[in-house]
């Protein structure tokens, strides 16, 4: 068994940020995920969102990648959902991409308050722009040296 302390906000939207998670299907799609996530070897520390996207603090043991992670929390979730809600008038499905933050361990509190009051933020306008974001298009960071010169 390795030590390890991994910490990441994770964030992706429902297809064409449509208003699929309703309230009486949040607490199914949640619980989906927080079990899925354990029966991964993953922690959800945090969880929430509104109707078009959700959020998550997780911690993903180091042998499983954040990729598979998430895909495998998206394509199952979409799946339980829509076999599990059959008078739905329509096809629960989320948008390609998501989006990664890692944290730090002193960062975790902050980031599980953020998460678990995504509504509140949302009504007040309080969101924090780069942590909303989500794209299928690569955005890697650049290199820390990037328009700088060394001397």
Do not use: C
């Not at 678990?116 to 290199?143: C, F, G, M, V």
């Amino acid at each position: 068994m390795a030590l390890w302390r991994l910490y990441y906000h994770l964030v992706w939207a429902t297809k064409e940020r449509q208003s699929f998670i309703a309230p009486d299907i949040e607490p199914k799609l949640y619980s989906y995920l927080i079990g899925k996530a354990d029966s991964l070897g993953s922690i959800i520390h945090a969880i929430g969102g509104i109707e078009n996207h959700i959020h998550l603090v997780a911690s993903i043991p180091p042998s499983l990648s954040i990729a598979n992670f998430v895909k495998n929390l998206k394509g199952s979730s979409a799946h339980h959902l829509n076999h599990s809600l059959p008078n739905s008038s329509h096809t629960f499905a989320w948008q390609r991409g998501y989006g990664v933050f890692s944290l730090g361990g002193k960062q975790l509190t902050q980031a599980v308050d953020y998460v678990s009051n995504q509504k509140a933020h949302h009504l007040q306008r309080t969101t924090i722009a780069s942590l909303e974001r989500d794209s299928y298009e690569e955005d890697a960071p650049l290199p820390w040296n990037q328009g700088r010169t060394v001397d």
